[in-house]
Nanobody, 120 residues
């Protein structure tokens, strides 16, 4: 019914930048909150950034404030994560997630993730 597909991950050196994208496709009525969650081996899952449907409210993990920026384009059903001044500790699989109303019920959807590796 609904799919989220991430792209933009890769290998970068410390201090570099990456821009992640996540596109929602399928049959749905509304997309509410969209966000990015990362998972690194041996670490707890961490909510990195989130934005509401109207792009009026934003939230960031303390570890990425000032370096990451989340944005969305509702006409394209897409959310972005601009990551600057990347650090080795940012290495993780980054998942897109969104609250989507297909008809009457709102469900939380996840993408399959994109790998971000920060290493020299």
């Amino acid at each position: 019914q609904v799919q989220l597909v991430e792209s933009g991950g890769g290998l970068v050196q410390p201090g570099g930048s990456l821009r992640l994208s996540c596109v929602a496709s399928g049959r749905f009525r509304n997309i509410y909150n969209m966000g990015w969650v990362r998972q690194a081996p041996g670490k707890q899952r961490e909510l990195v950034a989130i934005v509401n449907g109207g792009s009026t409210n934003y939230g960031y993990a303390e570890s990425v404030k000032g370096r990451f920026t989340i944005s969305r384009d509702n006409a394209k059903n897409t959310v972005y994560l601009q990551m600057n001044r990347l650090k080795p500790e940012d290495t993780a699989v980054y998942y897109c997630n969104a609250d989507i109303r297909a008809l009457f019920t709102t469900e939380n959807y996840w993408g399959q993730g994109t790998q971000v590796t920060v290493s020299s």
